[in-house]
């Protein structure tokens, strides 16, 4: 089995571990930051959705990594990154790597500037961005769906068999 556990702010990183979930099938979806009665022994794939936030990886992701990989459980691990800025997809990915272990599948799935769910700062700032987007006719930024379902497949052509 397969746990997705989604790492995230305003709703974009858990509508894609959403999207996963209906693909997968036999995955569980999970709020990184409520897994205190959540066993992950019972999983043999961990699935990571992790927010990019300020140019770096979600700090709730990074704690909940560096305490795990002390439990030593031999697990599947794998990452869906989600960020607004797409120029800059290949080091966020490369910072992923270089947390999970070095056979993980990882990958950009592009996101969204929706300040429904921000408040304060956060919510102006999106909505600033999103602003000058229109202003200057621009695309606003989206998941890119073809990307889960690509990572979907991979990760289905390297499943653990189930003895």
Do not use: W
């Not at 858990?14 to 999983?43: P, R």
């Not at 070095?102 to 592009?110: C, E, K, R, Y």
């Amino acid at each position: 089995m397969r746990a997705i556990l989604y790492f995230g702010h305003l709703g974009c990183t858990k509508k894609a571990g959403e999207y996963l979930k209906n693909i997968l099938k036999d995955a569980d979806l999970y709020d990184g930051n409520c897994l205190k009665k959540v066993d992950l022994s019972i999983y043999d794939t961990l699935i990571f959705g992790v927010n990019i936030r300020m140019a770096k990886l979600n700090k709730h992701f990074i704690k909940f990594i560096k305490k795990f990989q002390k439990k030593k459980m031999n697990l599947s691990m794998h990452a869906y990154l989600i960020a607004a800025d797409k120029n800059s997809r290949s080091t966020y990915i490369h910072m992923a790597r270089n947390l999970l272990p070095s056979d993980s599948i990882v990958i950009f799935a592009g996101g969204e500037l929706d300040s429904t769910n921000a408040k304060g700062l956060s919510k102006a700032v999106i909505d600033r961005c999103i602003a000058q987007l229109k202003a200057e006719d621009l695309d606003l930024p989206k998941l890119d769906y073809q990307a889960l379902e690509a990572f979907a497949e991979e990760l289905e052509e390297n499943k653990i068999p189930i003895i």
